[in-house]
């Protein structure tokens, strides 16, 4: 047997030199402050850094503010407060305006320069935070550094009141202000912890995947990133005008006790004055400063942000909806209410012609029928409609992941398969918040998971999906039209997704990226 030589005074002093900073809490010294987080499987975790003032009191409807400055080392060992939103299944109770907090994950290993990529949480812009994801394992496996956001939510991120906008300020898409506020953070701050502040990647699901897209066409957001990902984010392309967000503004101040409007009167509203009048999802508007033009106008005309862009879709969104608002509320779809349901979705004088071009006879139940053509209209076909926009500018790669029986996070069982539903592909790139009854990946899943993460990472590390070792994924073009499938065994190019979701239909019909 060969015999191991022992080793040297030097050896050993360095061993036990990287054995004590690996115990010891990790810390960055940035602009912003020094900051103190924890290890957690190979990964340094910074939670609970504050990237702008409370947004309280005086400060409430008005832009972020810069954090006050702190003195010696900040404990980033937990999670900020999120920001306020009623209990649901996909978000956690809150009544605490101080909220804008983001956190930093960054591997272990010694390194700098690497790709940042930065998660918008999604919840229709009414209820999520940031502390339901964690990124730890896409930091670990690729050496990417990963922030994750809280943002204003509800009427307290994106109501339009008139007295509060004749303030001469920026007004109304105050969450997407606080957005870009955490980027400019970033920016200052990120190569403290390892990130390249010059390959910036934005990415977000749902309501997050909108505010990419706008951040896409806001001014405020140029030069803070430099790629894009959008998943299920276009299920609205035409933005309300001032005029209307400014309606529904009215309503809700006079609903709540201030009739005229004042802007005294609103920023001395409750809490959960505020939580229960805001009856409306928000839909941000273009108010002049902050957006300037609706997205489907601002894409037709190029004018955007020119960076590389992945977007997609799950290829069944709609069932969570039909799941939540059907199933588990008041029991399945029936045949006979199949055409009402479709008529509190689309305009009544459309449904006939709805219900013909998606005949219950072609489908397992009214369920799952009702669910594809909210699925195709609301969702598959605005981000065709977008991707065929963002192709003619700039390198674009498109996909939609198709898992036919993905984990189920946030709801129970139903008769109805929940299939590749809203937010199914997010626990494929990180871990998320889940029921207790959640079922484990699959080992194909766990194999599609590490795909994806690499996938995602190497878009952001190049503007291009494309790795080492990875199933090929071809560029979007006009002419091929060729979308990733993210499934089990291995991803593949498809043609022939417009088709499969009717999208001529719904191009007809008129209808697309309409609210």
């Known amino acids: 047997m060969r015999r191991v030589a022992p080793l040297s005074a030097a050896a050993l002093l360095l061993a036990l030199t990287a054995c004590a900073k690996t115990d010891q809490p990790p810390v960055a010294a940035a602009p912003a402050g020094t900051f103190q987080g924890i290890r957690a499987e190979g990964v340094r975790q910074f939670l609970g850094i504050r990237y702008a003032a409370s947004p309280e009191g005086a400060r409430r409807w008005q832009p972020p503010a810069e954090p006050p400055p702190v003195s010696g080392t900040i404990d980033a060992s937990k999670f900020g407060a999120h920001c306020p939103q009623a209990a649901s299944d996909y978000g956690i109770e809150s009544a605490t305006e101080d909220c804008l907090f983001l956190n930093v994950y960054a591997p272990d290993r010694a390194g700098s320069q690497a790709p940042v990529l930065v998660w918008i949480h999604g919840g229709a812009l009414v209820v999520g935070e940031s502390e339901d994801f ?4 896409m930091a670990r496996k690729t050496g990417a550094v990963v922030a994750t956001i809280n943002y204003r939510l509800g009427a307290l991120g994106w109501l339009a009141v008139r007295a509060l906008d004749a303030e001469g300020r920026a007004f109304a898409n105050y969450g997407l202000m606080d957005q870009q506020a955490a980027l400019r953070w970033v920016q200052r701050n990120i190569a403290a912890f390892g990130g390249d502040p010059g390959k910036v990647t934005i990415f977000g699901e ?3 995947g909108l505010s990419v897209l706008l951040h896409l066409v806001s001014p405020g957001s140029a030069g803070l990133f430099h790629r894009a990902i959008v998943e299920s984010g276009a299920y609205v392309l035409r933005l309300p005008t001032v005029a209307d967000a400014e309606a529904e503004g009215a309503r809700f101040a006079t609903e709540s006790g201030c009739a005229d409007g004042n802007a005294a009167c609103v920023r001395k509203l409750p809490v959960a004055t505020i939580l229960q009048k805001e009856t409306q999802l928000p839909i941000p ?10 997205l489907d106008a601002a894409f037709a005309a190029g004018a955007f942000s020119r960076v590389p862009i992945l977007e997609g879709t799950t290829h069944d969104e709609f069932r969570l909806f039909v799941g939540e608002y059907f199933d588990l509320a008041k029991g399945p779809v029936t045949a006979d209410q199949y055409p009402e349901v479709l008529a509190s979705r ?15 006879a072609g489908f397992a139940s009214p369920d799952i029928a009702a669910a594809q053509s909210s699925t195709d209209k609301v969702f598959a ?14 390198p674009t790669f498109a996909y939609e992941f198709s898992d036919p029986s993905p984990p189920q996070n946030f709801l129970a069982p139903a008769q109805m398969p929940y299939g590749a539903s809203h937010e199914s592909e997010v626990q494929f790139l990180m871990g998320v918040r889940s029921r207790p009854d959640t079922a484990a ?19 952001a590390a190049s503007g291009d999906p494309n790795g080492s070792g990875l199933p090929p994924w071809p560029r979007y073009a006009a002419g091929t039209q060729q979308v990733q499938t993210l499934a089990p065994p291995d991803p593949k190019p498809m043609t022939g997704f417009a088709e499969a979701h009717h999208c001529r239909f719904w191009s007809d019909l008129g209808v697309l990226g309409l609210p």
């Open 134 to 137: 964690d990124p730890s394992v």
């Open 206 to 208: 749902s309501a997050g």
């Open 285 to 294: 508007p273009v108010d002049g400063q902050v957006i300037r033009q609706s």
């Open 346 to 360: 689309f305009p009544k004088d459309a449904v006939p012609r709805i219900v013909a071009e998606y005949p219950l």
């Open 381 to 394: 076909c605005t981000a065709d409609l977008v991707a065929r926009a963002h192709a003619a500018w700039v």
């Open 441 to 459: 990946m699959t080992p194909a899943e766990t194999r599609l998971s590490d795909q994806m993460i690499r996938y995602w990472v190497d878009f």
